[in-house]
């Protein structure tokens, strides 16, 4: 059956398809082609075909913004997503588009961000260990994400016969390509689809996703707003210290308070067994928040953010009357570690809470919560900053754990915070479903070739 693409009421093109089952066209005049064009800029890129004299459908184009990709329901076709920023805030614009029917895709296509802080990285992260073979139908996997992904890199598209060209415009192979590369990073990222390690955040995904797996086997729990009954369970006589990061105001947005309790096996591993967060400018709600884990759980140590003058810790210090004691920390003042360096508190405690987290020394909660409030933490030349969110949130999780471990190793009899790598405790778990997006799919495409994709299901 043939559909006509109508121009003004004009009949301009026709489709088809071939033996293969790949979609054909044809114009009855090379200017037609200029009609098309001029379909797009007279209709805002838009341009309708008409079935039949009562079914219509239509193809629009419109800019990867999430405040104006509303209002419309059909298929989702969205191209190089690791360049359009706020990526995660675009999708849940966009998601009611093909939430209205279930036969609605959305198919997505990239190569890899240069920074793993992009969504579109932990959209297309493979599971860990996962190893590529040349494969000329490419790659399918479920992401850690749980999105499925058909992965094509320059391998697989030269096993498909896609051919790849030098500078001087001779047919190599992607060996050969990639050594006569000038930049063999850009290389690896667009042409090999390895993921980058690192970028502007301070924490990979990987070392992340193993201290939440890590956490989920020990029962690590996330609450938001109020502690639930029950919470204390299973913390009965642990040596427990608390990091407690009250509210601040960053750019006219109020941020959320944050007491983690945390926990030092003998391991070496630090466990952060709970964690609350929560919005209020009240004291009493502080106060009744810390009472309560105070009581319940009898902690050594409470690590109290000081930045701001201490006022929050002269309250705690009330507030326990002299039962806990308190650990002001004042992240700005400096610290030596060393012959002749110095640091600032906050990056001293920042640097052994990430060190901790890449020697697989910690464990955190497996929440999307956690996850998000930890990638907030950026890397600015030797030190870190917390980036504000739409939320308000402010790496304020990060910031009471940071705190808690400190706590722990401050108490730890002067031994430091520092602990050594290759620790003989590790709980890792297989890669499980953490979520099947049914109708979603992302392609991953090397060097932006996406004829070896053409025509799959």
Same mark, same amino acid.
């Given at each position: 059956m043939e559909i006509k693409a109508l121009a003004r009421e004009m009949s301009v093109a026709r489709f088809g398809k071939d033996e293969a089952g790949f979609c054909t066209s044809s114009v009855d005049d090379v200017g037609a082609w200029k009609d098309i064009a001029e379909i797009y800029k007279q209709n805002k890129l838009e341009v309708k075909i008409r079935h039949s004299s009562t079914c219509v459908s239509r193809i629009k184009i419109i800019a990867p913004?999430?405040?104006?990709?509303r209002g419309l329901t059909g298929h989702l076709l969205l191209d190089e997503i690791a360049f359009i920023p706020?990526?995660?805030r675009f999708l849940s614009a966009v998601d009611p588009i093909i939430s209205r029917q279930a036969k609605y895709k959305m198919i997505m296509a990239t190569t890899l961000p240069d920074d793993d802080a992009h969504y579109a990285f932990e959209l297309a992260a493979a599971p860990v260990g996962m @190893?590529?073979?040349p494969n000329a139908e490419?790659?399918?996997y479920k992401s850690q994400a749980g999105m499925w992904v058909h992965r094509v890199d320059a391998q697989d598209a030269h096993a498909a016969g896609v051919p790849l060209f030098n500078d001087e415009g001779q047919l190599v192979t992607p060996d050969e390509h990639r050594a006569?590369?000038?930049d063999k990073d850009a290389w690896d990222l667009n042409y090999a689809l390895k993921f980058p390690m690192g970028g502007t955040t301070a924490i990979s995904m990987t070392h992340l996703r193993i201290a939440q797996e890590t956490g989920a086997a020990l029962g690590c729990q996330f609450y938001e707003g109020e502690l639930p009954d029950g919470w204390a369970r299973g913390l009965e006589g642990k040596?427990?210290?608390l990091g407690y990061d009250p509210a601040s105001t960053e750019n006219d947005k109020s941020n959320p308070s944050v007491i983690s309790v945390l926990e030092k096996l003998a391991s070496g591993l630090v466990v952060t067994h709970r964690v609350l967060r929560f919005k209020s400018q009240e004291a009493r709600v502080h106060r009744r928040h810390l009472c309560e884990m105070r009581d319940a759980l009898s902690p050594f140590v409470i690590a109290v953010d000081a930045t701001g003058g201490g006022l929050w810790a002269s309250? @705690?210090?009330?507030?326990?009357?002299?039962?806990?004691p308190v650990l002001a920390v004042k992240g700005s003042e400096s610290k030596k570690i060393g012959y002749n360096l110095t640091s600032t508190i906050k990056t001293y405690t920042a640097k052994n809470l990430v060190t901790a987290l890449e020697d697989g020394l910690l464990a955190l909660p497996p929440d999307d919560a956690v996850k998000a409030d930890f990638r907030l933490i950026k890397r600015k030349g030797s030190g870190y900053v917390n980036q504000l969110d739409a939320s308000g949130s402010h790496g304020d999780i990060f910031d009471s754990v940071r705190l808690g471990y400190y706590g722990v190793a401050f108490a730890d009899a002067g031994a430091g915070v520092r602990e050594p790598r290759n620790s003989d405790f590790s709980v890792r778990l297989q890669a499980g479903d953490v979520g099947h997006v049914e109708n979603s799919r992302l392609d991953l495409v090397a060097g932006g070739r996406r004829a070896v994709c053409r025509g799959y299901a």
């Amino acid at each position: 059956m043939e559909i006509k693409a109508l121009a003004r009421e004009m009949s301009v093109a026709r489709f088809g398809k071939d033996e293969a089952g790949f979609c054909t066209s044809s114009v009855d005049d090379v200017g037609a082609w200029k009609d098309i064009a001029e379909i797009y800029k007279q209709n805002k890129l838009e341009v309708k075909i008409r079935h039949s004299s009562t079914c219509v459908s239509r193809i629009k184009i419109i800019a990867p913004n999430w405040a104006t990709a509303r209002g419309l329901t059909g298929h989702l076709l969205l191209d190089e997503i690791a360049f359009i920023p706020d990526f995660k805030r675009f999708l849940s614009a966009v998601d009611p588009i093909i939430s209205r029917q279930a036969k609605y895709k959305m198919i997505m296509a990239t190569t890899l961000p240069d920074d793993d802080a992009h969504y579109a990285f932990e959209l297309a992260a493979a599971p860990v260990g996962m @190893v590529f073979e040349p494969n000329a139908e490419g790659t399918f996997y479920k992401s850690q994400a749980g999105m499925w992904v058909h992965r094509v890199d320059a391998q697989d598209a030269h096993a498909a016969g896609v051919p790849l060209f030098n500078d001087e415009g001779q047919l190599v192979t992607p060996d050969e390509h990639r050594a006569e590369a000038r930049d063999k990073d850009a290389w690896d990222l667009n042409y090999a689809l390895k993921f980058p390690m690192g970028g502007t955040t301070a924490i990979s995904m990987t070392h992340l996703r193993i201290a939440q797996e890590t956490g989920a086997a020990l029962g690590c729990q996330f609450y938001e707003g109020e502690l639930p009954d029950g919470w204390a369970r299973g913390l009965e006589g642990k040596r427990l210290a608390l990091g407690y990061d009250p509210a601040s105001t960053e750019n006219d947005k109020s941020n959320p308070s944050v007491i983690s309790v945390l926990e030092k096996l003998a391991s070496g591993l630090v466990v952060t067994h709970r964690v609350l967060r929560f919005k209020s400018q009240e004291a009493r709600v502080h106060r009744r928040h810390l009472c309560e884990m105070r009581d319940a759980l009898s902690p050594f140590v409470i690590a109290v953010d000081a930045t701001g003058g201490g006022l929050w810790a002269s309250d @705690v210090e009330e507030w326990t009357n002299g039962r806990v004691p308190v650990l002001a920390v004042k992240g700005s003042e400096s610290k030596k570690i060393g012959y002749n360096l110095t640091s600032t508190i906050k990056t001293y405690t920042a640097k052994n809470l990430v060190t901790a987290l890449e020697d697989g020394l910690l464990a955190l909660p497996p929440d999307d919560a956690v996850k998000a409030d930890f990638r907030l933490i950026k890397r600015k030349g030797s030190g870190y900053v917390n980036q504000l969110d739409a939320s308000g949130s402010h790496g304020d999780i990060f910031d009471s754990v940071r705190l808690g471990y400190y706590g722990v190793a401050f108490a730890d009899a002067g031994a430091g915070v520092r602990e050594p790598r290759n620790s003989d405790f590790s709980v890792r778990l297989q890669a499980g479903d953490v979520g099947h997006v049914e109708n979603s799919r992302l392609d991953l495409v090397a060097g932006g070739r996406r004829a070896v994709c053409r025509g799959y299901a």
